[in-house]
């Protein structure tokens, strides 16, 4: 992440949006030189959030874990199949 002075943010807004949303740089907005704000994309906002809510489900992360390991065992069911079960 790199670190922006609000003052340079002011003056370059268009250069700090266009490498935000092309590039998905974050930037940590700087008051005084003390970190106040992170502009980051909407989608990586988006990601945050729903990365939050799964890991809040209780028992999701061991689950998360487990499939991976399953995973990297060559257990689990192949994508074809759940679709062709599940009509997707």
């Known amino acids: 992440m790199d670190f922006v002075s609000i003052s340079d943010l002011r003056t370059n807004l268009p250069f700090f949006i266009e490498e935000t949303n092309k590039n998905l740089k974050r930037f940590v ?3 005084s030189g003390k970190p106040k704000a992170v ?3 909407p989608e990586e906002l988006e990601s945050l959030e729903e990365t939050a809510e799964i890991l809040a489900i209780p028992g999701a992360l061991k689950d998360i874990k487990q499939g991976y390991k399953e995973i ?3 257990k689990g069911i192949p994508l074809e199949e ?3 079960k ?3």
């Open 29 to 31: 907005v700087t008051v």
């Open 86 to 88: 599940y009509n997707l």
């Open 82 to 84: 759940i679709e062709k």
């Open 72 to 74: 990297k065992q060559g």
């Open 39 to 41: 502009v980051i994309s």
